[in-house]
């Protein structure tokens, strides 16, 4: 896939220019101090700033959230530079990061399905087939550990390991940035942007910059927890009180409701991917945790409901297969139908609103 996913999209008002107004700060003032390169995503607002250097842009406060629980609803405004994302968006969709193998990071990171590509196991490439779930790239950039391992610790060092993965992109650094410097429209780019132009750095940087953009906001739950107490249903309001009671809270937790932490995949019993114990494909190798069984990165919980197969080899079809396996081999436990339609309902509301492409 080499072409923009997703079309143009108007600017819209966001939940920060009515938190101006209540604040009594002028738009004119406000808009002032962010650049051209400042950008809307989302249907009711995120606002992404960069100043005119390429600094941080200062933003209006937004209201904390009303109920303190170990979620945390995501921003509302975060800070980027969005030159770099509008360049990050366009190697996103280029091929030519795979050197000639036709792939590009959108190829399994697609919109209309949660930026993860709908299979068990992703495809990889001929003679090195891919051996694990694709994984969403949606807020990514809460995460503090990444891949299925979790023993990427930034975002930058994935995606330049992604580029020469033989079972993901399968190029060479050395030829990629051969064919983008042969592309001047793309080097001018760069030369505007970075002093250095266009280098491997680079590339990675403008990549991990789009990736932050990928946010959500607006998600019911985030609502609720901004103190819209009607932004979810009763059945979510009890399957969130039967996911803490439960403990599934310990590790799915935060802003990104997980990515942070790596845990055992059957701590009661062996599912029937986790046979090969700490060989299963994907597993963190030399982690510490456990000798005998796969230990992984726990996955953020975030728009979930969109980005089903689920675990590292798709062997859950569904989001109510996932939620009682979990409940088998995490927490050693059988739940009802109602308790696991209730989680379903509550893991529903927190699907916010997709990301939209930057608009000048």
């Given at each position: 896939m080499t072409s923009d996913p997703s079309g143009p999209h108007p600017a819209i008002p966001t939940?920060?220019?009515?938190?101006?107004?209540?604040?009594?700060?002028?738009?004119?003032?406000?808009?002032?101090?962010?650049?051209?390169?400042?950008?809307?995503c989302g249907a009711a607002g995120l606002t992404i700033a960069t100043a005119q250097d390429g600094s941080p842009?200062?933003?209006?406060?937004?209201?904390?959230?009303?109920?303190?629980?170990?979620?945390?609803?995501?921003?509302?405004?975060?800070?980027?530079?969005?030159?770099?994302?509008?360049?990050?968006?366009?190697?996103?969709?280029?091929?030519r990061l795979s050197s000639g193998n036709g792939l590009s990071c959108a190829s399994c990171h697609q919109p209309a399905l949660g930026m993860a590509d709908g299979k068990p196991v992703s495809s990889g490439l001929p003679h090195y087939e891919g051996v694990v779930n694709t994984l969403t790239v949606l807020n990514v950039g809460f995460n503090t550990k990444f891949s299925w391992?979790?023993?990427?610790?930034?975002?930058?060092?994935?995606?330049?390991?992604?580029i020469e993965n033989k079972r993901t992109m399968g190029g060479r650094w050395e030829t990629v940035l051969s064919d983008l410097s042969a592309d001047?429209?793309?080097?001018?780019a760069f030369g505007r942007i970075y002093a250095d132009g266009l280098t491997r750095?680079?590339?990675?940087?403008?990549?991990?910059?789009?990736?932050?953009?990928?946010?959500?906001p607006n998600a019911p739950f985030d609502r609720f927890l901004r103190g819209e107490t009607d932004a979810i249903g009763e059945d979510a309001k009890a399957g969130y009180r039967i996911f803490k009671d439960y403990g599934c809270i310990s590790c799915h937790q935060g802003v990104n409701v997980g990515g942070?932490?790596?845990?055992?995949?059957?701590?009661?019993?062996?599912?029937?991917s986790a046979t090969d114990g700490a060989n299963t494909a994907g597993a963190a190798?030399?982690?510490?945790?456990?000798?005998?069984?796969?230990?992984?990165?726990?996955?953020?919980?975030?728009?979930?409901?969109?980005?089903?197969?689920?675990?590292?080899?798709?062997?859950?079809?569904?989001?109510?297969?996932?939620?009682?396996?979990m409940a088998q081999y995490q927490l050693g436990r059988e739940i009802s139908d109602g308790d696991v339609s209730k989680i379903e309902s509550f893991l529903d509301s927190l699907s916010g609103d997709p990301p939209l492409p930057p608009v000048n």
């Open positions: 939940a920060s220019d009515a938190a101006a107004r209540k604040k009594g700060i002028p738009m004119t003032a406000m808009l002032a101090a962010l650049s051209a390169a400042t950008f809307l842009a200062t933003l209006p406060d937004l209201p904390a959230p009303r109920i303190q629980e170990p979620i945390i609803p995501l921003p509302q405004s975060i800070e980027l530079d969005g030159r770099k994302v509008l360049l990050g968006r366009r190697l996103f969709t280029d091929s391992s979790g023993q990427t610790l930034s975002l930058e060092e994935q995606a330049d390991k992604v001047s429209g793309l080097t001018t750095k680079n590339v990675v940087d403008a990549i991990a910059e789009y990736e932050k953009s990928l946010v959500t942070n932490m790596l845990q055992v995949f059957g701590i009661f019993g062996t599912p029937t190798q030399g982690s510490g945790i456990a000798d005998d069984k796969p230990v992984f990165r726990v996955p953020s919980l975030r728009n979930v409901a969109q980005t089903a197969p689920y675990f590292h080899d798709g062997s859950a079809r569904s989001l109510r297969e996932a939620i009682s396996m």
